[in-house]
């Protein structure tokens, strides 16, 4: 086809980042690559006010298949320049959902490598390889989903492809994680932009150091965004004034527009509410072959695409052609009137096969769309304002529901840059999981492209998904009094035990493995902290002022489980935290109703998920709509985003957690959100049934094995697991009429989450210089766990805490860790792991050193 430009003729005259300059000081400084290849947009985000919009990656501005493809591949090649011979072991990974085409065009360009991305859609029957999060997202959670579970495995280098690289969190937490995982000896980084600082320059130094690992950055652009003083509060009320005077706008145009069909528009009535039907058309994709790189995308793959390319487009080009015409044919020219200017539209994380689509039309010299123009971008979960100004880089947007049943619910979509851009036609690209009712709806995608161009084409490419694995019948859970103090009908442990098996190193040996990437925190137990009478006195002292406390939560969160999630629950403990408190709801529940509720303990793993085989031992037991996950308080969220993304693979499973305390404010079912101390939270075992941490290592538990853990019975003199419980249950009557008030005033309160305490760890992350947000941990309960299990750094007390936090005092005080007062926390404490430990950086005796 003709009417190619080249990447430099796209650029516009006036930059498209001058307008949120003028007005937020917000600029870019770097080279000319930088200001050629990016402008700047604002969003809603209380994490980054502004957005770098790419002209090359095909996300938010449409632009040539051929130059989003192109700098891809112009990257993969450097990379292959970079490692030389090594470059045929590489793997590549790319991030949803803005690099998915971008990764893959990267591994293009490398020839050799398999590529993955990362991805926020579940699916049912594949286990999860790893996850991580990304911290300056508007939805954080990634899902590694190989169909090769030996992928990742695999020796050579690791390429982490991203449109742009700004503080590298995202990226240095990914590498920490899979690194837990999958050890090697080398990573690529790829984007874009390298847009970082001077002092995160300084970080990945460093962090290579620390873990082992050479790391190496490719980017086509090097610069800096300035951002001045107060920007993320100017930004956002920016944004808000901007909002209204569209919103004020756009209802004077609706106005005007009932009255015009007021007026007596014939046929208005009757087109109301009509679906849209666009022209379908049959690719003829390949049988079996993966629509993008979600399960994986290997050499095979892509010469099985290059060969099916050309006969693809001929078949959309034919469409094209054959579409009714909206104008008056050129002249002399009998029939419809061809398309002049041509967009293909992806879908959200579905990136490369509608670019390469486009590639392939821009390629076609079919005389029938002479002179057509070819142009390529896709849709987004992210919103950003749109300013019609030459100098914002986002001029218009079109909004509509998902139509992919997406796991985090329901939810507004965006496609930028296409309303007003003189698209004779549009080609819609989704794979099937994409193709639904909402899809067709009179306010869905088509139809908000319909109202713009016309002529709206549908290729729907198969969804791909690996084969579901068969696996091997599970034994029975085990119970006390042969595993753990507790009674057999209080929990049944569905666990392996490892109690022969020597798994306890201390713990500054294993915080330096853990935070050089040499092992997992799973892979081995500290040692049980043994309490001086001093602690065991604390402990009786509080679990006596706090039991009446902890009583009425226990009932008002069994209470709301009843009620909402039908008379006769499945309660699933998380272990080893959640177990006292499961055994408590199901002695509320008998105690006030009568009920014998089935109470069992799981393992989750933070990066690796929860016990599969434990979910299907459930599954087989129980109907999976019963099952209530509980556990006892909430940090920052991380289990409980943990659980929501490994309960995505497998069907019938609700993934709320129902927990004691939730000061995060995380979930949904609790019995309070205040902070207080937890008595059970001050001990190890010897609160919690004799029941070591789980533990998951791959010489220990294999693919069709529960996760492990230990039973302590030489510890049963020190035990107090059974007078927690007694304790506790002994105020149940004196509570009930508090708790039926309780109860009834939550069930008809707003409880949805509001992750404050997501938010705080990040700040606090960034505030301290420690750039990780599992080295923060929030409330009571996580700081104790970190004072008994982790190397402490330092410990931030919200200024005027009382009794809750004597027991934090005091370990802080044997430990020779500072507690720091400050104000504002949204928690009672918070504890920060040392956050470069290394054996060296405490004194001979283990206690973190103080700064100096």
């Known amino acids: 086809?003709?009417?190619?430009?080249?990447?430099?003729?796209?650029?516009?005259?006036?930059?498209?980042?001058?307008?949120?300059?003028?007005?937020?000081?917000?600029?870019?400084a770097g080279d000319q690559e930088i200001r050629d290849m990016l402008g700047l947009a604002l969003r809603r985000n209380p994490r980054r006010a502004h957005l770098l919009v790419s002209h090359v990656l095909g996300k938010h501005v449409p632009q040539l298949p051929s130059v989003v493809h192109g700098a891809g591949v112009d990257l993969g090649r450097r990379v292959r320049d970079l490692l030389g011979p090594e470059a045929d072991r590489a793997v590549v990974l790319g991030y949803a959902e803005t690099a998915t085409g971008l990764g893959h065009s990267v591994a293009d360009g490398i020839g050799s490598a398999p590529y993955l991305h990362s991805t926020r859609r579940p699916v049912p029957g594949v286990v999860r390889a790893g996850g991580f999060e990304e911290s300056h997202s508007h939805a954080t959670s990634h899902l590694l989903l190989p169909e090769d579970p030996a992928l990742l495995a695999r020796p050579g280098t690791l390429v982490l492809v991203d449109d742009e690289f700004s503080t590298g969190n995202t990226v240095l937490n990914t590498i920490r994680a899979l690194h837990d995982?999958?050890?090697?000896?080398?990573?690529?980084?790829?984007?874009?932009?390298?847009?970082?600082s001077a002092e995160d320059r300084g970080r990945l130094t460093r962090f290579a150091a620390e873990i082992g690992a050479r790391v190496d950055l490719i980017a086509r652009g090097t610069g800096t965004v300035v951002l001045p003083e107060g920007v993320l509060e100017r930004g956002a009320a920016l944004v808000v004034e901007q909002e209204a005077a569209q919103a004020a706008k756009a209802e004077e145009t609706e106005e005007a527009e009932e009255a015009e069909a007021a007026a007596g528009a014939a046929g208005a009535d009757e087109a109301d509410g009509a679906a849209v039907r666009a022209v379908r058309v049959d690719l003829g994709w390949p049988e079996g072959l993966p629509d993008g790189g979600r399960h994986g995308f290997t050499p095979a793959h892509r010469a099985t695409l290059e060969h099916a390319l050309p006969g693809m487009a001929a078949r959309l080009a034919a469409a094209l052609h054959d579409l009714p015409g909206t104008g008056t044919p050129p002249e002399n020219t009998p029939g419809p009137r061809p398309a002049r200017r041509v967009l293909v539209l992806g879908f959200e994380e579905l990136m490369y096969a509608p670019l390469r689509l486009g590639t392939a039309l821009e390629r076609l010299t079919d005389e029938r769309l002479s002179g057509t123009e070819i142009r390529y971008s896709t849709t987004t979960r992210s919103p950003v304002l749109a300013v019609d100004d030459p100098g914002y880089a986002i001029r218009s947007r079109l909004v509509f529901p998902a139509h992919d049943t997406p796991a985090d619910g329901p939810g507004d979509r965006y496609t930028y840059n296409v309303a007003g851009a003189g698209f004779d036609a549009v080609v819609v690209v989704v794979d099937s999981h994409a193709d639904t009712p909402e899809l067709h709806a009179p306010e869905g995608l088509l139809a908000r492209l319909a109202a713009h161009t016309g002529r709206v084409l549908l290729a729907v490419i198969p969804s791909y998904t690996p084969e579901r694995q068969e696996f091997t019948m599970l034994p029975e859970p085990l119970r006390g009094p042969a595993f753990s103090s507790y009674a057999a009908e209080d929990v049944g442990w569905l666990l392996q035990d490892l109690s022969d098996t020597e798994l306890e190193a201390p713990t500054e040996e294993?915080?330096?493995?853990?935070?050089?990437?040499?092992?997992?925190?799973?892979?081995?137990?500290?040692?049980?902290?043994?309490?001086?009478?001093?602690?065991?006195?604390?402990?009786?002292?509080?679990?006596?002022?706090?039991?009446?406390?902890?009583?009425?939560?226990?009932?008002?969160?069994?209470?709301?489980?009843?009620?909402?999630?039908?008379?006769?629950?499945?309660?699933?403990?998380?272990?080893?935290?959640?177990?006292?408190?499961?055994?408590?709801?199901?002695?509320?529940?008998?105690?006030?109703?009568?009920?014998?509720?089935?109470?069992?303990?799981?393992?989750?793993?933070?990066?690796?998920?929860?016990?599969?085989?434990?979910?299907?031992?459930?599954?087989?037991?129980?109907?999976?709509?019963?099952?209530?996950?509980?556990?006892?308080?909430?940090?920052?969220?991380?289990?409980?985003?943990?659980?929501?993304?490994?309960?995505?693979e497998f069907e019938g499973f609700n993934p709320e957690i129902a927990v004691l305390a939730d000061p995060g404010g995380c979930v949904r079912t609790y019995g309070t959100r205040e902070d207080f101390l937890i008595p059970s939270a001050c001990l190890n075992s010897t609160v919690s049934g004799l029941i070591s941490r789980t533990v998951l290592r791959a010489d220990l538990v294999g693919p069709d094995d529960f996760h492990g853990a230990k039973f302590y019975r030489e510890l049963a003199g020190s035990d107090v697991s059974l007078g927690f419980l007694e304790t506790v249950a002994a105020r149940f009557d004196e509570v009930a009429d508090e708790v039926d008030e309780e109860a009834k005033a939550l069930l008809a309160a707003d409880r949805a989450p509001t992750w404050e305490g997501w938010a705080a760890v990040e700040r606090i992350s960034e505030e301290y210089g420690i750039h990780d947000v599992n080295l923060v941990k929030p409330g009571v309960g996580e700081t104790t766990r970190v004072l008994l299990r982790r190397v402490p750094w330092k410990i931030l007390a919200d200024r005027g805490a009382g009794a809750d936090l004597d027991h934090v005092r005091l370990l802080a005080e044997q430990r020779g860790v500072p507690v720091e007062e400050v104000d504002g926390l949204p928690y009672s404490c918070v504890g920060l792991i040392h956050p470069k430990y290394t054996r060296g950086a405490t004194g001979a005796d283990g206690k973190a050193v103080t700064e100096q």
């Open 1 to 28: 086809m003709s009417g190619r430009a080249t990447e430099k003729e796209t650029v516009d005259v006036v930059w498209s980042g001058s307008w949120v300059a003028e007005r937020l000081g917000v600029d870019l």
């Open 181 to 196: 995982l999958y050890p090697r000896e080398r990573y690529v980084i790829v984007a874009l932009a390298d847009m970082r």
């Open 510 to 648: 294993r915080e330096e493995a853990i935070q050089s990437g040499g092992a997992h925190y799973a892979e081995s137990l500290p040692v049980e902290y043994q309490p001086s009478p001093a602690y065991q006195a604390l402990f009786q002292s509080a679990l006596e002022t706090s039991a009446a406390r902890i009583a009425r939560a226990v009932g008002t969160v069994t209470e709301t489980v009843l009620e909402e999630r039908g008379p006769r629950p499945v309660l699933v403990s998380l272990a080893r935290a959640g177990t006292p408190v499961g055994v408590l709801m199901r002695r509320w529940a008998q105690h006030r109703h009568g009920l014998d509720l089935p109470h069992y303990a799981v393992s989750i793993v933070r990066g690796r998920g929860i016990d599969a085989n434990a979910l299907r031992w459930l599954a087989a037991h129980h109907d999976p709509a019963d099952v209530v996950f509980v556990d006892g308080w909430t940090g920052k969220g991380a289990i409980t985003r943990e659980l929501t993304a490994a309960l995505a």
